[in-house]
Structures are given as structure tokens and as C-alpha cells.
């Protein structure tokens, strides 16, 4: 079974870093080869502004992720 991705993109989410989090959760992708392992969608918003940028993995949401996390993040719930 595929895992389940989906970052927020609503302003508030995008502004606050996920723009950059979605280049490296591709790239992380990518550079894995986890194209058919990985379902990346994106949201309009998920509810939780104040605490974003948000994030979902497999049904777990995770607020505030920056860029010097979502690594370690992604080697923990992917791998």
C-alpha cells in the first residue's frame, strides 16, 4: 500500500514554507525512487492556519514543519 501524502497548500500553509517543503518532499521522492510507493496530494487548506505549514502522512497531521525537519520526518514515515 501506497503511503499517503497531502500538504497543505492554502495561502497561510504556502507562505509559511510549504512552497519550499513541496520541492523537497519531491525531490525526496525522486531521489528515493518512491514514485509508486508515494501518493503526494495537495489541499486547499486543512483547517489549521495558525499552526502551519501542515502536513499529513498516512492519516497523522503534522504542524510547523520546516525545511530542517521534513527530512527526517520523511526518513521516519517512508522508510
Known sequence: MAAKIIICMGSSCFARGNEENLKIIEQYISENKLETE????????????????????????????????????????LK
Open 38 to 77: 508515494v501518493d503526494l496530494k495537495g489541499s486547499c487548506c486543512e483547517g489549521k492556519c495558525s499552526e502551519g505549514p501542515n502536513l499529513n502522512i498516512n492519516g497523522e497531521m503534522f504542524h510547523g514543519v520546516e525545511k530542517g525537519t521534513l527530512i527526517d520526518l520523511l526518513n521516519d514515515k
